[in-house]
């Protein structure tokens, strides 16, 4: 599950990760936009919740610099021992250079040489080294962790798929469909023993299907036009999103969520019933994801229910029993 969920504070999400444990959730994954920091959901998680796995998706290469991304990272694998596992990813133009002011300059290098960097810095080594985007001297974790953590890449496209296959220890998707995950992970070739593969799944639990359908097309038209989202699915082939495309260049934001089609917004914000949704994951794993991780999206049932509706959710989107999930 993606955490923290929305409309709950903080303080109050040690009641959510005992729900998550119980109703068969494995793992928790953060993320780093603009609500919280990637690190402190993890942080409570680990202190309230000892048996769930944490993992960030993701935390952005340019936002901070090397050596205090290794030291975060350090010390949650210190605080969950073998139960930790860092995503870093090049994030996007908007969040690193319009919100975080970093440039945003080579992000393929710029995560390669992170990627780098951190392998041989969460192993205690001292790291000395001219990077092809920055330069480290002489650094040293004083608390390298005694289990390294995983490092993940979220990657789109080959270049990065490929990167990730050759140098990390597993890779994470987003935004796309369970039909289009074998093409992403024919990128990959022959994985090696211990590669995950995460995916960030969009989740709308409610049979409201015209509710499901805007909010979805609110997010695909916020998302997938950046450019990099846009680049992914026209390498996939969704030629259904050109109307999109092109009535945001046109500065026609309203009519370019109008122009998502209702089959788009079906494949990429899965909707229905929690049992159902439940299902539709479920396809993802049958597709190559190890890791399928649910990112529930506000409905009117959540909204009317409160805290109670979304322990009663829970369960019913949780895996089977003995399953794998997120």
Known sequence: MTVPL??????????????????????VWSSEVAGTDAFTPLALAAAWQPRLR????????????????AMSAAALAEAAPGRFALGIGASSPVLVRD??????????????????????????????EVYDTFTVRRFTLERPPAVP???????????????????????ILNWLAAEDVPTALAELGERRPGF??????????????????????????????????????????RTQLDPMWEKW???????AAAAVPDE?????????????????????????????????????ELAAGGAAALSALLPRLGPPTGAQGS
């Open 196 to 237: 995950e593969v995460a995916a960030r799944i969009f989740v709308c639990p409610t049979e409201d299907a015209e509710h499901a359908r805007a909010l979805g097309r609110r997010l695909i038209t916020g998302y997938l036009t950046v450019p990099a989202y846009a680049a992914f699915h026209r390498w996939l082939g």
């Open 6 to 27: 929305s409309g709950i504070p903080l303080a109050d999400h040690a009641a959510v990760y005992a729900a998550l444990d119980r109703a068969g959730f494995t793992d």
């Open 264 to 300: 788009v917004v079906d494949a990429l914000v899965l909707h229905g019933t929690p049992e159902d949704c439940a299902a539709q994951v479920r396809r993802y794993a049958e597709h190559g994801v190890d890791v399928p991780v649910l990112a529930v999206l506000p409905t009117p």
């Open 149 to 171: 953590p995983p490092v993940l890449v979220a990657a789109l496209r080959p270049g990065m798929l490929r990167l990730a296959a050759a140098e990390a220890d597993g890779v």
């Open 54 to 69: 944490l993992g960030t998706a993701i935390t952005p290469v340019f936002t901070r610099g090397p050596g205090l991304l």
């Open 99 to 128: 919100w975080n002011a970093v440039r945003f300059d080579e992000p393929f290098k710029r995560t390669r040489d992170v990627l780098r960097f951190l392998r041989a810095a969460l192993r205690g080594e001292t790291v000395d």
């Open 249 to 255: 260049a046109a500065g026609d934001r309203r009519g």
